[in-house]
């Protein structure tokens, strides 16, 4: 039987970014939190502008569970594997979590969020939610789950105290305030035609190529008087081929000679 989880929104009552700063320092190891041993990180992916990330990251927890389980599980740590996606342009951080350990008998899933209050932009909310399935685990089934409802519910009362201990923490040294992300502002008035103080086009400088123009480059050219000036260079080389170009030109060299 799945037994699902949905916590209250909890808010704190401090900015996203001082939040998320206090969050990070929980990362590798949290002295704080006794059965997180620790953890590695296994992959990582940051934007260019720096304005979103994401990690995933290997967790050792020593889950205190009686000795008859750990004897028949065989093991004395249980690993998780977590990930992170950090969005400063939104404002969000969304953790995913499951269990490495034992995946074939028991489904553990975990969903995180931290957004802004919607109502105090100073303020920031979290949520989570859970859910865990005990397939089969040597008869103790029963044993298991109620093992981990409880090490579920002290966990979450835990992770609150030690992210309001970090938040002080901060505070106390000084780090009252993070600056809200703001991407590299780009001016992309005149970005496909850019020109020189009087107006006039500067050859010496060149488009923004991160979007492409919506119109063909224009050209000087202006072969028998027929060609506009939005000519390509497929167009320019059709127009020297052309009859009536190759006929003018016939014309003009036999008016010279």
């Known amino acids: 039987m799945v037994q699902t989880y949905q916590s209250p929104v909890r808010v704190y009552?401090?900015?996203?970014?001082l939040v998320m700063a206090a969050?990070?320092?929980?990362?590798?190891?949290?002295?704080?939190i006794p059965i997180f041993v620790g953890s590695e990180i296994t992959y990582?992916?940051?934007a260019e502008d720096g304005g979103?990330?994401?990690?995933?990251?290997?967790c050792q927890l020593n889950v205190e569970a009686p000795y008859l389980v750990k004897k028949i599980a065989g093991e004395d740590y249980v690993y998780f594997?977590?990930?992170?996606?950090l969005n400063l342009r939104a404002r969000t951080l969304l953790i995913?979590?499951?269990?490495?350990s034992f995946a074939n008998r028991i489904v553990v899933i975990e969903n995180c969020r931290y957004y802004v209050h919607t109502e105090n932009p100073e303020w920031t909310c979290f949520e989570q939610n859970s859910s865990l399935d005990v397939k089969s685990f040597f008869g103790l089934e029963s044993a298991i789950e109620k093992l981990a409802v409880k090490q579920y519910s002290a966990n979450i009362a835990k992770g609150k105290e030690v992210l309001e201990f970090f938040i002080d923490e901060l505070i106390k040294n000084?780090?009252?305030h993070v600056p809200i992300w703001k991407g590299e502002e780009k001016d992309d008035t005149n970005a496909d035609n850019p020109t020189d103080e009087a107006g006039k086009i500067d050859l010496m400088k060149t488009p923004d190529k991160s979007s492409p123009p919506t119109t063909p480059p224009?050209?000087?050219s202006g072969f028998g008087g027929s060609c506009s000036t939005t000519l390509t260079a497929n167009a320019v080389i059709n127009e020297l081929n052309s009859e009536p170009y190759q006929a003018r030109q016939r014309k003009n060299f036999r008016v010279k000679n």
């Open 13 to 17: 009552k401090f900015p996203f970014e």
């Open 23 to 32: 969050y990070h320092k929980r990362f590798p190891t949290c002295p704080q």
């Open 44 to 46: 990582e992916w940051k």
């Open 52 to 58: 979103e990330e994401i990690i995933e990251r290997k």
């Open 81 to 85: 594997k977590q990930r992170n996606h």
């Open 96 to 100: 995913e979590a499951s269990n490495i």
């Open 174 to 176: 000084g780090v009252t």
């Open 218 to 220: 224009a050209s000087s």
